[in-house]
């Protein structure tokens, strides 16, 4: 993508349109006010410890993302890693249709798929798993639910990618698997209007296990388990228009 595009889609000057008309974006940001986010394009991905094999109780997995316009075929935004596909089953990615598409649980669980996913256009989706069922939103509507209590393997999530050739094209901020709380319930929830942290959203921090794209270095672990490691050459992107 051109420079320009990065710019004017994806970026805002510092007291532009982040500063002054995005809200609380710009005070919720880094130290110096910045949001951050990691730009993947389509050969990237950065790989993180998970919290582990037999994973019960309640949990949420969510991602802020930006699809490019030229996005095509399946792409994994935030999922889990296993080390063969029938275990990696607990996924975000976009279906190769262009709609947004949801998996939860280790071998053959529901496929749970949703609306097309707009380009060029920042989006939230989670999954919430809360007292056995599991509900799967996109831009703050749930979509379906599933009857699921079995425990998960989750011992590594990755950002941008997952099971083979499954990459993201796009952008990602707040990339977070809080273990041990359902952040979101509802038929439907207010999409958050400012940085993700490991306490937003009622989240307690120690049980923020994963937290990614809202630093200052491409592949840092904002949460409790260790920092990532890229594949491909994901970059930094500052002062990301996710709450503009």
């Keep these: ?83 063969t596909y029938s ?7 976009r279906h190769e249709n262009g ?14 798929m949703g609306g097309a996913i707009t380009a060029d256009t920042w989006h939230h989706a989670a999954i919430v798993r809360s007292s056995g069922t599991i509900s799967y939103y996109y831009d703050g509507s749930r979509l379906s639910t599933d009857s699921y209590s079995t425990s998960f393997d989750l011992t590594k999530l990755v950002v941008g990618g997952g099971y083979g050739s499954e990459n993201f094209n796009g952008d990602v901020h707040g990339a977070r698997f809080t273990l041990g709380q359902a952040l979101y319930s509802g038929a439907s929830y207010t999409v958050p209007t400012s940085i993700i942290t490991t306490t937003s ?31 491909g050459d994901p970059a930094l992107i500052t002062d990301a228009t996710v709450f503009s």
């Design 201 to 231: 959203q009622g989240a307690t921090a120690s049980n923020v296990k994963v937290l990614a794209g809202t630093t200052d270095t491409v592949n840092e672990n904002a949460g409790t388990l260790g920092n990532g490691t890229s594949s």
């Design 99 to 112: 709609n947004i598409q949801f998996y939860a649980g280790n071998s053959s669980p529901a496929d749970h």
């Design 1 to 83: 993508m051109s420079i320009l595009n990065n710019f004017f889609k994806k970026e805002a000057p510092l007291l532009g349109l982040q500063g002054l008309g995005g809200g609380l974006g710009f005070l919720a940001g880094g130290a110096d006010g910045t949001v951050y986010a990691i730009d993947l394009d389509g050969n990237d991905s950065i790989e993180y410890p998970g919290p582990g094999d037999g994973i019960s109780g309640d949990f949420t997995m969510e991602c802020f993302f930006y699809m490019d316009s030229g996005a095509s075929g399946y792409q994994r935004i935030f999922s889990s890693k296993e080390g």
């Design 87 to 93: 275990d990696e089953q607990t996924i975000i990615r």
